[in-house]
Nanobody, 124 residues
Framework: QVQLVESGGGLVQAGGSLRLSCAAS????????MGWFRQAPGKAREFVAAISWSGSNIDFADVVKGRFTISRDNAQNTVYLQMNSLKPEDTAVYYCAARGLPVVSRSSYSYVYWGQGTQVTVSS
């Protein structure tokens, strides 16, 4: 069964931190690169970060580079997004996605499986 479930979103003040988790079914997670995307109201979905199946290749959007980190636990079929120094412009629904290939991509069209999303709100 294909399944991705995000958790860890919430309301935080600017400068604060949140850690998002995405628990996946083994079928969804195994051998797949994982990505995080976000969508703010009235805006298109945008790439945030991605990690390859092996964890050796990681990519970040420029707007989060240096503030966010991505990691994965292949034994637990879970991927994480640690978000530090949060800004009001980081407010969005954050989605976890599985690619269907082991290498990373910034294109949302190349991701096959998607979670339902978790809301992150950063107050000023």
């Amino acid at each position: 069964q294909v399944q991705l479930v995000e958790s860890g979103g919430g309301l935080v003040q600017a400068g604060g931190s949140l850690r998002l988790s995405c628990a996946a079914s083994e079928r969804t997670f195994r051998h797949n690169a994982m990505g995080w995307f976000r969508q703010a109201p009235g805006k298109a979905r945008e790439f945030v970060a991605a990690i390859s199946w092996s964890g050796s290749n990681i990519d970040f959007a420029d707007v989060v580079k240096g503030r966010f980190t991505i990691s994965r636990d292949n034994a637990q079929n879970t991927v994480y997004l640690q978000m530090n120094s949060l800004k009001p412009e980081d407010t969005a629904v954050y989605y976890c996605a599985a690619r269907g290939l082991p290498v990373v991509s910034r294109s949302s069209y190349s991701y096959v499986y998607w979670g339902q999303g978790t809301q992150v709100t950063v107050s000023s």
